[in-house]
């Protein structure tokens, strides 16, 4: 994948300009030296900016970039915009998504991703079941997502890594300071076999309020997440809840009624907040991620129904799919009942389609 360290957008950034202004801006114009050509009447009348915005983003022209480009590329850092091709799809569809991303690693994203997360007080049940399900999923190529927290984290990061599996770490700091400091050993072996992922800039320290934050790019960038064991008032039920309403899949893990640790899982499980899950083949069976199935795929698929199939790469409705494929309806009906009989594709609330 080729990512542009720091194209002229970046000057935003620096600037401090608001994401929510800046994804503005990317979406009024093609090029960053467009921004210059609208004054601020314009900005201000049209856009509705603030003076204050308006002020950053008028002379961010004479920022130079050549700092941060060279201290960058010294600590083999790379940035990607939400502009740019190679900007995870999932997460580019999630209500919030950082404009910029910090990644130090492997600059792939793929498909067949599941996050994992749970509580920095492991219980011995619940680190064995981490294993477990990391042992399960990775066996099939899924790559394992999570936040390097101590805990169910870190574990899931270490089983993934010790069986050659792929790991992405969202961290909640710039990637030049390493928290928790205890995880050193893994937040180097990620970044040199995995990748390492923030959207703080460099310098940015480890405050508690960024680590909510950043569970929602955990929840972008999966399919779904599995909450391995949590507090009844953990984090992870922070993560489970951005997961449904990101329309992801939350998959728990049932505990001991007698352990607290536990109380968050159990108490989604009767809320039926999630889908109960004892092992990670439940997960694979949830979206068909089995060597078989993806070879049955590759071998039963007509062109225009790969077509559909690689459109649902996040849920869509008939109108988002009729835009994308240009199928007429009639045609893409069809299509997607074959896909359906093929179990490839399901239809789910709303009028909308979802890969299986």
Same mark, same amino acid.
Request: with cysteine; hydrophobic share 35%.
């Given at each position: ?162 069986? #050659? ?9 710039? *990637? !030049? &300071?390493?928290?928790?400091? /205890?995880?050193? %050993? ?101 979206? #068909? ?9 590759? *071998? !039963? &698929?007509?062109?225009?129904? /790969?077509?559909? %199939? ?47």
């Amino acid at each position: 994948m080729e990512v542009i360290i720091l194209d002229s957008w970046y000057k935003l950034r620096v600037a401090k300009v608001r994401d929510s202004v800046i994804i503005k801006l990317m979406n009024l114009c093609e090029e960053f030296e467009e921004i210059f050509l609208h004054d601020r009447a314009f900005y201000s009348k049209i856009m509705r900016f603030k003076n204050e915005d308006i002020n950053k983003i008028l002379n961010s022209y004479k920022i130079n970039l050549d700092f941060y480009r060279e201290k960058m590329l010294d600590l083999n850092i790379e940035t990607i915009s939400i502009k740019e091709k190679g900007y995870p799809l999932y997460l580019k569809n999630i209500s919030h998504p950082p404009v910029f991303l910090y990644i130090k690693g492997k600059l792939s994203f793929y498909e067949k991703n599941i996050g994992v997360v749970g509580t920095r007080k492991m219980s011995s049940y619940g680190e064995s079941a981490c294993k477990k399900l990391v042992s399960e999923l990775v066996g099939e190529k899924v790559t394992i997502t999570s936040g390097l927290a101590i805990g169910v984290d870190v574990t899931a990061h270490r089983r993934a890594l010790a069986l #050659g599996g792929n790991t992405i770490a969202v961290v909640g700091s710039g *990637l !030049d &300071i390493i928290y928790p400091p /205890e995880n050193k %050993y893994e937040w180097e072996k990620i970044s040199r076999e995995g990748t390492l992922i923030s959207e703080y800039p460099l310098g940015t320290p480890p405050n508690r309020y960024n680590f909510p934050r950043r569970n929602r790019i955990i929840v972008g960038l999966t399919r779904g997440v599995a909450v391995i064991e949590s507090y009844k008032k953990g984090g992870s039920l922070i993560t489970a809840k951005l997961a449904l309403e990101e329309n992801r899949d939350v998959f728990i893990i049932p505990g001991f009624p007698s352990y607290p640790s536990f109380e968050g899982n159990n108490n989604l499980i009767k809320g039926s907040y999630g889908r109960l899950i004892t092992s990670g083949k439940d997960i694979l069976d949830e979206y #068909g991620w089995t060597r078989k199935n993806e070879i049955n795929i590759s *071998l !039963d &698929i007509g062109v225009e129904e /790969e077509k559909i %199939y690689n459109a649902l790469v996040v849920e869509k409705s008939l109108d988002e799919l009729i835009k994308e494929t240009n199928i007429p309806i009639g045609k893409l009906l069809g299509l997607l009942t074959n896909l359906e009989l093929k179990k490839l594709v399901r239809g789910i609330a709303g009028g909308k389609y979802r890969r299986i």
